[in-house]
């Protein structure tokens, strides 16, 4: 999915129209939300949403509303079953419920941005979407509520003659007009215009037993290459100062200056490693399937920071599958439990592949196999549910503990872990070349060169 995102103008008319149809919209998202979340399905919404003011003001409208509503209640669902979603968000709810947020601005926050859903065969000159019109040849997006062409709005884009997105909105429109089979969906909210569409999915042209597999975390991501349990390249991204604090308040300068730049820095990350997968012809793209919520997770304050709230993975994740959906990677997920503690034991001293770099092999190495289900450490039936729930965690040990039986680490608790400042005591032949540029905060470090191959498998 490609999603371009762009600030705009429009004449006083179209202002007035926009937040006519916003006001309706979201009228009908929180009803359909309501009703979702209380069990009942699209046939007995449809209904009662046609009865009302806001359901019969248009029907795309409404379909395109019913269908923001799944979405919204599927993903809270996987994140939070037992909370209701709170439109405009829980911080601000809090902050009207101690009167420091005003009405006016309560009722701003809970706006959501009109969403029109796209529609390739749509009636008029240009397919793609029923209310939206591309003209990117005059830097407009024209608004047509009644199909009109007299009744239409322009919704002028401030787009730059050299931006890339302009490439990609021309070669979108040139399949709404010639082949009327890609359709776009369109966010608008008072200040910019988000629009999205999935691209044709390239042939695969890499080797579908060489997987590219990554370890996410908070401070630094390591990504491995391996084919056949031979691993080819291996490397670290290092950005602790990305996630430094600014000493200011969130909405301080400062603070939201720091914060562009690491997602600017986090997609250039994506841009390189997917450029890896691109070099070594990579099919298939690994990661970890993680699924930790916000919490306090006992291990103290700057440890719930960079889980919660400096790690998010949309600014790293999103950039990085759509990347490698352009260029035809599968993508796979897997349960990485111990990877780390198994990856040092079996890839990090052997091979001199310092954490987390050992971690993605061995997160590699998983995905690699046929069957990567760890084995059950009970086979009584009230521990099954409990093993399910934790995702087999617990085999994942069993696992952890048969390679401490074979690599007999120092530590019997644990294997020490391979870092970057180990490689000291090693030939300078030997060492890895650290490259960080001056006007980046990421440290990039990479191996000389030669394809290894792991001395011990399980």
Known sequence: MITV?????????????????????????????????A?????????????????????????????????????????????????????????????????????????????????????????????????????????????KSKDRFPLKLK???????????????????????????????????????????????????????????????????LEKNQVLAWGIYDFPALNSKSGQAPNHTASLKKRNKRKHELSLIAKDITAHALHFQCGTLVTESLTISPKNHGKGKTFNRLVNNAWFRN????????????LGLSHKEVNPAYSSKIGNALWGWNLNIPDPACAATEIGRRASLSNVTPPKTSDSPENQRKEDRDQRT????????????????KNRADTPRFLPADYLSLPEASRPRIWKSRRSNVSVLSPPGLAHKPSLDL
């Open 5 to 37: 995102k762009l600030p705009y103008t429009t004449t006083p008319e179209g202002v007035a129209e926009l937040a006519v149809w916003q006001r309706h919209y979201n009228s009908v998202l929180r009803t359909c939300y309501q009703r979702i979340r």
């Open 39 to 147: 069990g009942k399905t699209q046939k007995d919404i449809l209904p009662e949403l046609r009865a009302r003011k806001d359901g019969a003001f248009n029907s795309w409208l409404t379909l395109s509303a019913l269908s923001q509503a799944k979405g919204i209640h599927k993903a809270a669902q996987k994140n939070h079953p037992d909370q209701p979603v709170i439109f405009g968000g829980r911080r601000n709810f809090s902050l009207r419920s101690q009167n420091k947020l005003s009405a006016t601005d309560w009722q701003e926050k809970r706006l959501q941005p009109l969403t029109i859903e796209g529609h390739a065969k749509s009636f008029g000159p240009q397919g793609g979407n029923h209310k939206f019109l591309l003209e990117i040849e005059a830097n407009t997006l024209w608004f047509c509520p009644t199909g």
């Open 159 to 225: 787009l730059g003659k050299s931006s890339n997105y302009r490439d990609k909105l021309a070669d979108m429109q040139r399949h709404c007009l010639s082949l009327r089979d890609t359709p776009f969906t369109v966010k608008v909210t008072k200040t910019h215009v988000s629009i999205s569409w999935q691209p044709e999915v390239a042939t695969p042209a890499g080797r579908k037993e060489r997987i590219l597999s990554l370890d996410l975390n908070p401070n630094r991501i390591g990504w491995a290459i």
């Open 315 to 326: 600014g790293f994740l999103s950039p990085l599958l759509r990347r490698a959906q352009e």
């Open 394 to 409: 617990h085999g994942w040990k069993a696992v952890w503990e048969k390679t401490k039986e074979k690599t007999k680490p």
